[in-house]
């Protein structure tokens, strides 16, 4: 399949099926050479693992509003002192 450069923008994850289910997309650029879109045979690397890359879990991270976290302090603190987990002697 042979798409412009535009069409891939606005239809990359309808091309990303395709190219996993064997279909070759190719995407043609004005004055450059066309893109391939292919799956790639090299393994993702694990979480964790060589260097860290700024921004890498963008997305896949959720950080607690001020109120949540205080909430979180007061379900501990209330666990510490009130809780057989923590005794008190």
Excluded: C
């Excluded at 997309?25 to 879109?37: D, N």
């Amino acid at each position: 399949m042979q798409v412009t450069l535009q069409y891939a923008t606005e239809h990359l994850d309808e091309l990303a099926l395709a190219a996993d289910n064997g279909e070759e997309v190719e995407i043609a650029r004005p004055e450059k050479p066309a893109l391939k879109l292919i799956v790639s045979t090299v393994a993702p690397r694990p979480l964790g693992s060589g260097r860290r890359v700024l921004g890498a879990l963008r997305g896949q991270m959720l950080v607690p509003s001020e109120q949540e976290w205080r909430k979180m302090d007061d379900e501990l603190a209330d666990l510490m002192t009130n809780s057989s987990i923590f005794p008190s002697e």
